[in-house]
Nanobody, 121 residues
Framework: HVQLVESGGGSVQVGGSLRLSCVAS????????MAWFRQGPGGEREGVAG????????YYADSVKGRFTISQDNAKNTLYLQMNSLKAEDTAMYYC???????????????WGQGTQVTVS
């Protein structure tokens, strides 16, 4: 079993920055892939960024490339999402997820946090 707890969301102006954190606990082999997803008002859940925890390979949605950076601190069991140059369309609930398989595919993730709200205006 894996538990994920996100923090760091909030309200920020367009062009601002936020850093999200996700503390993970539980079975390490179930956390081969970790990622951030988001779901905006009335929208579908979409992948934002992912990382293969072993190799460190990262994946980004085209909409956030060059603005968002995913990283991990293995000593702290923490996943981060640094978000810069935020846009109004980045407004969403952001979820941390863990799983195993192909890290670029949403179907690989079966553990989810409760979410943290990001509002950009």
């Amino acid at each position: 079993h894996v538990q994920l707890v996100e923090s760091g969301g909030g309200s920020v102006q367009v062009g601002g920055s936020l850093r999200l954190s996700c503390v993970a606990s539980g079975y390490t082999r179930s956390r081969v892939c970790m990622a951030w997803f988001r779901q905006g008002p009335g929208g579908e859940r979409e992948g934002v960024a992912g990382i293969a925890t072993g190799s460190g390979n990262t994946y980004y949605a085209d909409s956030v490339k060059g603005r968002f950076t995913i990283s991990q601190d293995n000593a702290k069991n923490t996943l981060y999402l640094q978000m810069n140059s935020l846009k109004a369309e980045d407004t969403a609930m952001y979820y941390c997820a863990a799983g195993r398989g192909a890290c670029s595919k949403q179907s690989s993730y079966n553990y989810w946090g409760q979410g943290t709200q990001v509002t950009v205006s």
